[in-house]
Each structure stands twice: as C-alpha cells, then as structure tokens.
C-alpha cells in the first residue's frame, strides 16, 4: 500500500534552496541531534545548520581524526564518537554510550553512505553496501527508537537516493550470493532499503508522536563518487570529456547547501509535523514515478516499491532475522 500523502504539499521551496533559507527561523535550543556522516559533504552542511539552529549535535565517525578536522570550530570534540556502520559491534557500543548520556533524541539523521564501491564482504558474509547503508543504519535505528519514543516531534529522516529506481528489494539474493555482483544494482537496492526504513519506522512509531522520512537529496558531487572513475562520470552523464560538469549536471546538480536542505526541510518543517512516511526531495513531498515525465524519470519521483508499506514491514523483519543469524 501507497500512502495517500505521497504528493506534493506546495511547501514554497524548490531544488535550489539553501539550507540557511529552511533553518531560517527555526530554533532547536535543547534538541539533541544524531547525524552519521555529518562530517563530510552534505553532512557536513546538515551539521553546520542544525548547531546554528540551536541543537547539540552528536556525531558518529569511523574516522574520528578526519571528523574532529572537518568539525573544528562546529562541533565539540567530546561530542564525535567513533562508530563504525559496517560493524554491529561498534554500533551497538555507540548507542549504549548514547543513551547512557542522554535521556531523550530529538532527531536521527541517517546520513552516511558508501555508493558503487567493489565487491566487498562484511558480517555474515553481507554485501557492502547494503550492510552498510541499511543493516548498520537498521540497528543504530532499532536501538534508538525507544529513545526516540513519547518525545512529542522527534524526527528520523533516512537518505535514499535517484538510485532507488534500479531496483526493488532483490528478496531472492539480496547479497549477491547467487548472481554475479553488480555495484549499482546494490547501490540501488540499500537506497531503496533507506527509504523502506524510515516507512516501517513511521508506521511504528507515529502513535508516540514520532516521526519518519525518507530524502532524495539530490545530485551533489561528493566523496560518494571516489570509487568512480572520469570515464564512469561521462557515461553517467554527470561530466564532459574534458572534465567540465555536464549541461545536465548544471542544471540539476547542486551545491552542497542545497544537498542538506530537504534532509533539514524534513528534519524541521512546520508543514510535516502532521504526517510523515513519505519520500521528499527538493524540499518538497515526492511525485509517484508515474507522475513524473517519462524523461525525467529516472532522476526525479519516487518507485512505488520505495515506498510500499507491505515491502517496509517485510524488509524490517528480514534484516531484524539477519542480525541474530
């Protein structure tokens, strides 16, 4: 089932929004703040906005000397602590820590991604991308959600991606035991697991007051891409052969102020408080694929199956049986 709020809400902003214009106004005096990745790229800028606004923001680094860098003069030191989503050892020790510091979360942001990178094994013999995209991000989620629970307006905003139009949930081989792997297949797949994620978790949570969106932040050029090489980036479409941004990477791709700022309209917008378990991008409710020109399809709306209450639950039970096999 498709919820019926999955469209447009005429929210008065549009793809190029800077993240200042959404946080303009907004105060988060006494919110505690999560958000992975938030050290690099677009969250990086979601950090920035969301401490100008007010909020202690906490982040979890696998790499904590390039974090504590990248953070100076944002963010405390005391307040970046390794975790590393690609192991359910250092999540589960960074949410015991978490909450025993704290009492309460005011937003999740499920910010950090791995894209297209090689075959790659973790865990119980997992693909990369979908342990590290969803079953990492599935467990901080899970172990937080209590926290999260009877805090009137706390918000989970997960980052999907265009990319979830790929591909459904592969149920049959979701690592890639049986067929040969193929890195955007599985890049597609996690991002459509980051959207299911945050459905499930609205659906879950909603009757204590909380809740749950999915982000298509939009084209940014980012340390995502560093497992892509030039000649990867011109067959994509996002570079010229000489090096230059494509025509259509100028006229869709944005900065990374912009990148942040559907993540924040979600984090943060009046407009949402009364429904959630939607997929959102350029700071606005998504159209249904089917409303999307055919052209424009593979970049912009959301996939049915992203968004797709029966799929959501599935998926939350299949990974909750992953974690204890």
């Given at each position: 089932?498709?919820?019926?709020?999955q469209?447009?809400?005429?929210?008065?902003?549009?793809a190029?929004?800077n993240?200042?214009?959404?946080?303009?106004g907004v105060d988060?005096?006494?919110?505690?703040?999560?958000v992975t990745?938030?050290?690099?790229g677009?969250?990086l800028?979601?950090?920035?906005e969301?401490?100008?606004?007010g909020?202690?923001?906490?982040i979890?680094a696998k790499?904590?000397?390039?974090?504590s860098k990248n953070?100076?003069?944002?963010?405390?030191?005391?307040?970046?602590i390794e975790?590393d989503?690609?192991?359910l050892n250092?999540v589960?020790?960074f949410?015991?820590?978490?909450?025993e510091?704290f009492?309460?979360?005011?937003?999740l942001i499920n910010?950090?991604g791995?894209?297209?990178c090689?075959e790659?094994?973790?865990g119980?013999?997992w693909?990369s991308?979908?342990?590290v995209n969803?079953?990492g991000?599935f467990?901080?989620?899970?172990?937080l959600?209590?926290?999260m629970a009877?805090?009137d307006?706390?918000r989970f905003v997960?980052?999907?991606?265009?990319a979830?139009?790929l591909?459904?949930?592969?149920w049959?081989d979701?690592?890639f035991?049986?067929?040969?792997?193929d890195?955007?297949?599985?890049y597609g797949?996690?991002?459509?697991?980051s959207?299911?994620?945050?459905?499930?978790?609205?659906?879950?949570m909603?009757d204590?007051?909380?809740?749950?969106?999915?982000?298509?932040?939009g084209?940014?050029i980012?340390?995502l891409?560093?497992?892509l090489?030039?000649?990867e980036?011109v067959?994509?479409?996002?570079?010229?052969e000489d090096?230059?941004p494509?025509?259509m990477a100028?006229?869709?791709?944005?900065?990374?102020?912009?990148g942040a700022?559907t993540?924040?309209?979600?984090?943060?917008?009046?407009d949402?408080?009364?429904f959630?378990?939607?997929?959102?991008?350029?700071?606005e409710?998504?159209?249904r694929k089917?409303e999307v020109?055919?052209s424009?399809?593979?970049?912009?709306?959301?996939?049915?199956?992203?968004?797709?209450t029966?799929?959501?639950s599935k998926l939350?039970?299949v990974t909750?049986?992953?974690?204890?096999?």
């Open positions: 089932m498709i919820s019926k709020q469209k447009p809400i005429k929210s008065g902003f549009h190029k929004t993240a200042d214009e959404i946080i303009k988060l005096s006494n919110k505690v703040a999560i990745g938030g050290y690099s677009i969250g800028e979601t950090t920035r969301l401490i100008n606004a909020a202690k923001v906490i979890p790499r904590v000397e390039i974090a953070l100076e003069g944002i963010v405390s030191k005391e307040d970046i975790m989503l690609g192991s250092s589960k020790k949410t015991d820590g978490f909450k510091n009492n309460k979360l005011d937003l910010n950090a791995i894209m297209a090689p790659t094994r973790m119980n013999k693909e991308q979908f342990a969803h079953i991000h467990l901080l989620t899970k172990e959600m209590d926290t009877e805090n307006g706390a997960s980052l999907s991606s265009s979830h139009s591909t459904g949930i592969l049959d979701i690592h035991q049986n067929n040969p792997y890195k955007w297949m599985a797949q996690s991002k459509t697991a959207s299911l994620i945050a459905i499930e978790f609205h659906r879950k909603k204590k007051g909380v809740s749950g969106y999915s982000v298509h932040p084209g940014i980012t340390p891409q560093r497992h090489e030039k000649e980036m067959a994509l479409g996002w570079m010229d090096g230059s494509s025509e100028k006229n869709f791709f944005k900065t990374t102020s912009q700022s993540t924040l309209w979600c984090a943060t917008n009046s949402l408080s009364s959630g378990g939607v997929f959102c991008e350029d700071c409710v998504a159209k089917n020109d055919e424009l399809q593979r970049y912009f709306g959301v996939a049915d199956w992203a968004v797709d029966d799929e959501a939350w039970d909750e049986k992953m974690l204890i096999s």
